[in-house]
């Protein structure tokens, strides 16, 4: 989606300029409001650990021209809202605001001047920020029909992941008959997607990267070739099957990975970087940016020349919405005709999504992972007290405000994001509840001195994020 078109996308709830008295008074106000004029919303609060996300109640929108108000049952966590919390992706506005940037749900209400929906569709909306809610506020362009067959919780799976699949696929790489392809995390949810669509079209041979539990899951999805990257090194493998290496690598590791990929792409092929998944540790670090600008590649356009390969970048943001529309009705298509379907690992309610976030974080997740503002979280299983302590515990006051559960782990990736700030930064944050100025994103770094494309003869390095220091792995974009 174009900038422009992004940058007008309405605001769920412009608070980021309110002062605290202001949000205080507005707090009250809407709890002054009857119910139906109130929603609940996941927000994020500040850069950090998972505690940063709160359910709060809150006004519900009233749409603008050209917007629609959509009642969500179903909407997406992406990669990208995990870096989003760190304060690693690019924010729509610093917070508190309410991310969230794929919903499925029913029209509730029109702004003027929108002819094209009608109260009570059922549709799939894409977004930047707004969609952990159970009331969205979208222009009405962002919008797409669905049929009754398809489940508002596959119809909220498809924007980000299989948009993003079918635009690298078909746009950027130009997927032919009898290519062959390297697919990184393939039990992901854009690895999934990418492995349906590469079976609409024919002889695709498949190379797929996931932990061994999950072969099973994506070879039944239609990978040709499991690798388990983390026992093995995976472009060995690939030479096995491919001695003269694939026609396509679609890359969302960054860093070292780059190189390998570029290095396993023979003549005329062409890798797609979309993501820097690598650099995902347990906050933010200064080391990992420093990292990132050491270990990035660039290509010069010789060294392309020569090498007859092509370097691509995607991203779903830059888009433009029209484009946007009409894949997702392809895509809709392509699911009415059992040629795609998106796999759920789980859906969580709103109150869930820190514990959602984890799954991600920890890569236990199969599919996509789907919030649901319909949904009544789970009951936490409660150890049983010890006697003598559960006499002496006071009752528990009751919560109006449900925070995502924070553990140990949190607590230390936001101890680690506490270390990294400036005496002055905390300074600033002791004086005022005002969260902290927006982290800039990592900048894609320019390189002059190509790397020699050479033969990985390194091998990989089995978990190696488990250790400390690979934890803090760069970002290349
Ligand atoms: N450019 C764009 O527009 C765009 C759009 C969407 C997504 N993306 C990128 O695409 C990538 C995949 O997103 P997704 O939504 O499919 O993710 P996802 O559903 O969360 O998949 C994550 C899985 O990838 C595997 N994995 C491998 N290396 C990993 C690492 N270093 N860190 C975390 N997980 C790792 C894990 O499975 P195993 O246990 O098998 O390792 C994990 O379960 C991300 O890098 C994301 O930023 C880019």
Request: charged share 30%.
């Amino acid at each position: 989606m174009a900038d422009e078109e992004r940058k007008e996308e309405p605001q769920a709830k412009p608070e980021a300029e309110e002062k605290p008295e202001e949000k205080a008074e507005e707090k009250k106000e809407a709890e002054k409001q009857p119910e139906q004029q109130t929603m609940r919303s996941v927000f994020l609060t500040g850069y950090g650990g998972y505690n940063k996300l709160q359910v709060q109640k809150h006004a519900k929108p009233k749409p603008a021209s050209g917007q629609v108000v959509v009642r969500v049952h179903a909407c997406g966590l992406n990669f990208a809202d995990i870096m989003q919390r760190q304060g690693q992706y690019p924010s729509p506005r610093k917070p508190p605001f309410v991310p969230g940037l794929e919903f499925a749900g029913t029209v509730e209400e029109l702004g003027e001047d929108v002819t094209d929906l009608e109260v009570g569709a059922r549709v799939v909306c894409i977004s930047l920020e707004g969609a952990w809610s159970e009331y969205a506020c979208v222009p009405a362009r962002n919008c797409v029909v669905i049929p009754d067959s398809l489940s508002f919780e596959d119809a909220a799976a498809l924007p980000v992941n299989y948009l993003t699949a079918y635009f690298m696929l078909f746009h950027c790489a130009n997927l032919g008959r009898r290519k062959s392809i390297l697919i990184h995390m393939a039990a992901g949810g854009v690895g999934i997607a990418v492995t349906q669509l590469c079976k609409t079209v024919e002889g695709i041979t498949m190379f797929g990267t996931a932990s061994a539990a999950k072969h099973e899951k994506i070879v039944a999805n239609g990978i040709t070739h499991a690798i388990d990257y983390r026992t093995t090194n995976y472009a060995q493998e690939v030479k096995k099957v491919c001695p003269e290496g694939v026609d396509i690598v679609l890359d969302p590791l960054g860093g070292t990975d780059t190189k390998k990929g570029y290095n396993l792409l023979k003549p005329l092929g062409i890798i797609v970087c979309y993501g820097y998944a690598k650099s995902i540790g347990e906050s933010k670090s200064m080391f990992s940016s420093a990292k990132s600008w050491f270990q990035g590649v660039s290509y010069t356009s010789m060294q392309l020349f020569k090498d007859t390969k092509s370097v691509c970048g995607f991203d779903l943001k830059a888009v433009p919405i029209e484009l946007i529309g009409e894949a997702l009705k392809h895509l809709i298509q392509l699911y009415s005709e059992g040629k795609i379907k998106p796999v759920i690992d789980q859906v969580y309610a709103l109150e869930e999504v820190g514990k959602a976030m984890r799954k991600m974080h920890e890569r236990k997740n199969v599919g996509k992972i789907i919030l649901s503002p319909m949904k009544e979280p789970e009951p936490e299983p409660t150890p049983a007290p010890k006697p003598e302590a559960a006499a002496a515990a006071p009752a528990e006051p009751p919560k109006e405000t449900a925070e995502a559960e924070a553990k140990p782990e949190e607590k230390a990736e936001d101890k680690a994001k506490e270390e990294e700030k400036k005496p002055e930064e905390k300074k600033e944050e002791a004086k005022s509840e005002e969260p902290k100025e927006e982290a800039k994103p990592e900048e894609p770094k320019e390189e002059a001195k190509p790397e020699e494309p050479k033969e990985e003869a390194k091998p990989e390095e089995p978990k190696e994020e488990e250790k400390p220091e690979e934890k803090k792995e760069e970002a290349t974009s």
